[in-house]
Each structure stands twice: as C-alpha cells, then as structure tokens.
C-alpha cells in the first residue's frame, strides 16, 4: 500500500467531521467518503507546513495534523509561539519562514492569526494562510478589539486569573475548571482536563496589543470556523473571514480546533498546499 492510500484508509477510518464550504454566499456539504478520497501524495517540491498554535495552548494541539500531514510526506513544522505579543512573536516566526527553502503554508490557531498575517506581509514565500478558529487583523485592530467585537466570548475576568511574571508582565491563564466551556469544548473531559493542566499563558499586553501589518489580500487565505466557539465567538470568524475574503469552512467545535477536529484541519492544509504549489 502506497502512502497515499494508507493516508486515505486512515481518514476514512478516523474522520467523523462534518465540513461546509462557503466559497462566497453559496454552501455545500462534502460527505465524508468523498473527504477521505481528496487526500493524496504530495509533489517532490510540496511547500512547507509551519503550525503555530495559539494562546492557552502548545504545539501538541497539532499532534494529530502534524503526524498524518507527515504520513503523506508533506514537509511539517510546528512553531513555539512565545505568546508574548504580536511582534515579539511574529519576529520569530519571521525568522523561521526565513529558514525555510521554498514556499511555506502558515496554519494560525485563535491569537496567532495576529502571528501569521503578520509575517505574510513580510514575507513572500508565505503563499497560502489558514486561519483555524482564528483571528484576522486589519491595521490596528488588537486581540481584544476583535474578540470582543460582537457578544459571546466567555474570555472574562471571572473565568481567568493572572499571575506576575518575571520582567514585569503578567500572564493570563484560563481557570482550569472553565477550561472545556470557555477553550475546550468537543474535547472528552479527560483530554480537557490534561490541556487545561499544561495550558500556556498569554503575556496580558498580548490583548491590546495592535496589528502593524495586515496580510495581503493577493495570499490565498481559509478561515475554518468553530460554530460552537465560545472563546471568539463565531459570529467575530464569519465578520473576519468575509471582510478577508478568506474561503469560510465550518466545523461543529469549540475553539480547541486543532484537538477537536483534527482531520478538517488536514482536510483543508491539504486545500492550501495545492494552492500554493501552483
């Protein structure tokens, strides 16, 4: 069995997610024997995949992705995002796409859609960007400007706690017994409890902090929106995704995406590569 079908037999086995496509207003659903098939081998020159996880997370949320992505023989991987700030952040990941010889897909979870617009406006070999429950800045905007721009978000006071960190700043933690209903939901209580124990903080400054760059609309661009999402709430990824004229994916979930629904991920990474090896 070649790597292609074994990749196709794992999904098929494996996927349970049901995925809508919005190309502008029109939507339809792929039945999931039909998503298992589109997986195939990748080209000898396919671009390279670099993850970057988000905040009150690390970059095991992408195990899953990373090991079936790897599988096929897609060149993969995953940045540990600092979660100090916007440039802070997006200059180490600027130096990481740098490393890389030849195109590069940035895959963007929550806070690091901040990340990734940012390098794609730096940087040129970044051709495809997907957005995964995540945010996307014009010039400006914040963290907190965007996950607040419509109501839902349960990213309150009552459901975090700060605690002093070293050279004055202030991380911000989720408490972990609203780990599964503000980040988590569509995870079993087991794995919601091992992610809320090893959760990484965001640097408090982090939230105000605004987007200098936004990603050039000539990059081909996937929103995959988390229709349960109670972190940044939906609504906020409909109004981003539209104004970005990112390509909508939606997918029954929390805002743990990458956990949650692992193999719409892949699904749609899979989308990306082909349209940035054009």
Same mark, same amino acid.
């Given at each position: 069995?070649?790597?292609?079908?074994?990749?196709?037999?794992?999904?098929?086995?494996?996927?349970?997610?049901?995925?809508?496509?919005?190309?502008?207003?029109?939507?339809?659903?792929?039945?999931?024997?039909?998503?298992?098939?589109?997986?195939?081998?990748?080209?000898?020159?396919?671009?390279?995949?670099?993850?970057?996880?988000?905040?009150?997370?690390?970059?095991?949320?992408?195990?899953?992705?990373?090991?079936?992505?790897?599988?096929?023989?897609?060149?993969?991987? !995953?940045?540990?995002? =600092? +979660?100090?700030?916007? *440039?802070?952040?997006? &200059?180490?990941?600027? %130096?990481?796409?740098? /490393? $890389?010889?030849?195109?590069?897909?940035?895959?963007?979870?929550?806070?690091?859609?901040?990340?990734?617009?940012?390098?794609?406006?730096?940087?040129?070999?970044?051709?495809?960007?997907?957005?995964?429950?995540?945010?996307?800045?014009?010039?400006?905007?914040?963290?907190?400007?965007?996950?607040?721009?419509?109501?839902?978000?349960?990213?309150?006071?009552?459901?975090?706690?700060?605690?002093?960190?070293?050279?004055?700043?202030?991380?911000?933690?989720?408490?972990?017994?609203?780990?599964?209903?503000?980040?988590?939901?569509?995870?079993?209580?087991?794995?919601?409890?091992?992610?809320? !124990?090893?959760?990484? =903080? +965001?640097?408090?400054? *982090?939230?105000?902090? &605004?987007?200098?760059? %936004?990603?050039?609309? /000539? $990059?081909?661009?996937?929103?995959?929106?988390?229709?349960?999402?109670?972190?940044?709430?939906?609504?906020?990824?409909?109004?981003?995704?539209?104004?970005?004229?990112?390509?909508?994916?939606?997918?029954?979930?929390?805002?743990?995406?990458?956990?949650?629904?692992?193999?719409?991920?892949?699904?749609?990474?899979?989308?990306?590569?082909?349209?940035?090896?054009?």
């Amino acid at each position: 069995m070649n790597r292609s079908s074994s990749l196709s037999a794992l999904i098929a086995t494996l996927l349970a997610a049901s995925i809508s496509f919005n190309a502008s207003a029109d939507t339809s659903t792929t039945p999931a024997s039909t998503r298992a098939e589109s997986f195939h081998h990748p080209h000898n020159a396919s671009p390279t995949v670099i993850f970057v996880h988000g905040a009150f997370a690390d970059s095991s949320s992408w195990n899953v992705e990373i090991s079936v992505l790897r599988s096929a023989g897609y060149p993969v991987i !995953a940045y540990a995002n =600092p +979660l100090r700030g916007i *440039a802070n952040d997006a &200059a180490g990941l600027d %130096a990481l796409v740098k /490393s $890389v010889d030849g195109p590069v897909v940035l895959v963007g979870h929550s806070y690091a859609g901040m990340v990734v617009s940012q390098v794609a406006a730096q940087e040129p070999s970044v051709k495809a960007i997907v957005y995964v429950a995540a945010l996307i800045p014009v010039v400006g905007e914040s963290t907190n400007d965007l996950v607040t721009k419509f109501p839902g978000s349960q990213l309150v006071a009552a459901n975090l706690h700060s605690v002093a960190a070293p050279g004055g700043q202030t991380d911000v933690y989720i408490n972990q017994d609203k780990y599964g209903t503000v980040y988590a939901g569509g995870l079993s209580q087991p794995d919601i409890t091992v992610a809320a !124990a090893g959760e990484r =903080p +965001l640097a408090a400054a *982090a939230f105000a902090e &605004a987007a200098t760059l %936004a990603a050039p609309a /000539s $990059v081909p661009k996937w929103e995959i929106v988390a229709t349960q999402d109670h972190a940044v709430p939906t609504q906020v990824q409909e109004f981003m995704a539209n104004r970005a004229g990112a390509r909508i994916v939606r997918t029954r979930s929390g805002h743990d995406v990458p956990a949650a629904q692992p193999f719409v991920v892949v699904k749609v990474v899979e989308e990306a590569i082909a349209a940035a090896s054009k």
